[in-house]
């Protein structure tokens, strides 16, 4: 069956530092590959979209892989600041409707 | 962009009642998506809400449990039936186009005793 995985447990940085989150998927061929942030409390917000002919993308402090072969993206947001503590969801489409959304890698960014 | 409003934030209910929760969009939108997020877990697709038709179910939800309206483009309801503590969990109205982001609302809250 088609999963995503991101680590559970959550990622602690001290700020100014770079954070790594990692989603990795099996059995599904992504047309697109999304990073949200949520928020305690709150719903996800879409941060970064990136489609499966891309390799990088990047906006501001974020910056997105796309490794179709390894079957793997990784979130980058550089230079941390305590203000990007959240929880992290990495979604997968096919170019329909439906996403499958990771469970999501909670960041702690400490000042 | 598109600004969504649901409500309640959150509700405690009693076992075997139901909830209905309201999700507004400010702009008209075909498509309305219903998830569910469990503690802990991804979030799941419910069902998706086109105005003007049935909504359609994922599989292991049904249409008894959770029945759907879509009276207008920006405008769409999910009741939470007969709940259970297993229903415990966040409700999320969401937005977008095939392909593109999705646009979310606050989120539910939702705690059956």
């Known amino acids: 069956s088609q999963k995503i995985e991101q680590n559970s447990e959550a990622l602690n940085i001290q700020e100014g530092k770079t954070a790594t989150l990692t989603c990795n998927y099996t059995n599904y061929s992504p047309a697109y590959l999304q990073w949200y942030r949520q928020d305690p409390g709150r719903g996800p917000v879409f941060l970064l979209l990136i489609r499966e002919n891309e390799k990088e993308k990047r906006k501001e402090r974020l910056k997105v892989t796309f490794d179709t072969t390894l079957k793997q993206s990784l979130f980058h947001i550089t230079a941390s600041q305590p203000a990007d503590s959240a929880t992290y969801l990495c979604a997968l489409n096919s170019g329909t409707y439906k996403y499958i959304f990771g469970t999501g890698t909670r960041l702690k960014v400490l000042a | 962009s598109a600004v969504i409003s649901q409500k309640p934030s959150r509700d405690i209910c009693q076992r075997g009642t139901s909830l209905t929760i309201q999700c507004q969009v400010d702009s008209q939108v075909t498509m309305m998506f219903w998830y569910r997020q469990q503690p802990g877990q991804s979030l799941t697709l419910i069902a998706t809400?086109?105005?003007?038709?049935?909504?359609?179910?994922e599989s292991g939800f049904v249409i008894d449990k959770f029945p759907i309206s879509r009276p207008n483009l920006t405008f769409s309801t999910l009741t939470v039936s007969n709940m259970s503590p297993e229903d415990s969990s966040i409700y999320l109205c969401s937005v977008g186009r095939e392909g593109e982001k999705l646009f979310f609302g606050s989120g539910t809250q939702l705690s059956v005793l």
């Open positions: 809400a086109n105005q003007g038709s049935e909504a359609t179910y």
